[in-house]
């Protein structure tokens, strides 16, 4: 079964960090790139990064670029994204999610997804 759990979300104040976690399971781990992405209440759902299976490179959509950072820790089947610098925009419901050996496109699996909350 694939499952993929993120975890470690909460309440923090702006320009503060956190460090989400994606538990990953019922695959072959490293075939896969694993991409978090966040919705935001009647906002659209946004791919805020990808770690790719292929060569490892990393991507970030522009609005958290410099303050983002992927990585992939193969031994525990995780995936982190560590936040720096938050903002009150940042503040949304985070997914990890399955995409193919090259992206985080087609994405079929997703975790249930953990709470990020940013204060002004």
């Known amino acids: 079964e694939v499952q993929l759990q993120a975890s470690g979300g909460g309440l923090v104040q702006a320009g503060g960090s956190l460090r989400l976690s994606c538990a990953a399971s019922?695959?072959?781990?490293?075939?896969?790139?694993i991409g978090w992405f966040r919705q935001a209440p009647g906002k659209e759902r946004e791919g805020v990064s990808c770690?790719?299976?292929?060569?490892?490179?990393?991507y970030y959509a522009d609005s958290v670029k410099g303050r983002f950072t992927i990585s992939s820790d193969n031994a525990k089947n995780t995936v982190y994204l560590q936040m720096n610098s938050l903002k009150p925009e940042d503040t949304a419901i985070y997914y990890c999610?399955?995409?193919?050996?090259?992206?985080?496109?087609?994405?079929?699996?997703w975790g249930q997804g953990t709470q990020v909350t940013v204060s002004s």
């Open positions: 770690i790719s299976a292929s060569d490892g490179s990393t």
């Open positions: 019922g695959f072959t781990f490293d075939e896969y790139s």
């Open positions: 999610a399955r995409g193919n050996y090259y992206l985080c496109d087609d994405d079929n699996y």
